[in-house]
């Protein structure tokens, strides 16, 4: 074979490593549910902080009595140590997700899984703190009690049902609703990126 037959045979050649106007079309495609992620989570960071802070007055809006307060602020504590604990770790997430580019496949699949592992950890966040707000519950419905019922002979069984009902119910509402935030606000963006990966993978 002389260098002719060479380069010609070098020319019709099909390279694996030649990316596709396609593919780079399905790659940018990935970008806008990537964005809405990412506006998501800085929206997600403002509540968050908003939220953190409220809970530090609830005291003085309820107008609660002087003795609640060293329990109350307790508990808050350990909350806003929790928050900041998993904020933190968003935070980084965040950050990564800015610094991405959807360039290649690799980076594709790097982002989707980095996005689900990350939509796992939030849902830890939120059972995390389903503790904390059945415990503020109880506080708040406890007060409520002690204002129409005489306390000092223990709960009736009527109202030590419905005190369980209500926390069995908040638990498993509150359980509802984090799957669908999740969902909502992150999942079905991911979702989108997850197609772009399985159109890439059947080329």
Same mark, same amino acid.
């Given at each position: ?91 980084? =997430? @965040?950050?990564?997700?800015? +610094? ?5 496949? !690799?980076? /594709?699949? #790097? ?16 059972f995390a703190l389903t503790p904390f707000l059945v415990l503020f519950m109880l506080g708040f419905l406890y007060l409520g009690f002690s204002k129409t019922l005489d306390l000092s002979t ?30 909502? =606000? @992150?999942?079905?963006?991911? +979702? ?5 990966? !399985?159109? /890439?993978? #059947?080329?």
């Open positions: 074979m002389d260098f002719n037959d060479i380069q010609s045979a070098w020319n019709n050649e099909k390279t694996e490593n030649v990316v596709i106007p396609t593919n780079l079309e399905k790659l940018q495609s990935a970008n806008t549910p990537l964005d809405k992620i990412r506006k998501n989570l800085k929206n997600e960071f403002v509540y968050q902080i908003i939220s953190i802070v409220l809970l530090g007055f609830v005291p003085f809006v309820h107008n609660l009595p002087t003795k609640f307060f060293a329990p109350y602020y307790l508990l808050f504590t350990i909350f806003v140590a929790v928050c900041a604990y998993y904020l933190v770790k968003l935070y980084i =997430f @965040y950050k990564r997700l800015n +610094k991405t580019t959807l360039n290649t496949k !690799d980076s /594709l699949y #790097e982002t989707y899984f980095d996005i689900r592992l990350n939509m796992e950890l939030y849902k830890t966040f939120g223990g709960l009736s069984n009527f109202h030590l049902a419905t005190l369980f009902a209500v926390v069995a119910s908040t638990i498993l509402l509150m359980g509802l609703a984090l799957e669908w935030w999740v969902h909502y =606000f @992150y999942g079905k963006y991911a +979702k989108d990126i997850r197609k772009v990966i !399985d159109e /890439l993978k #059947e080329e």
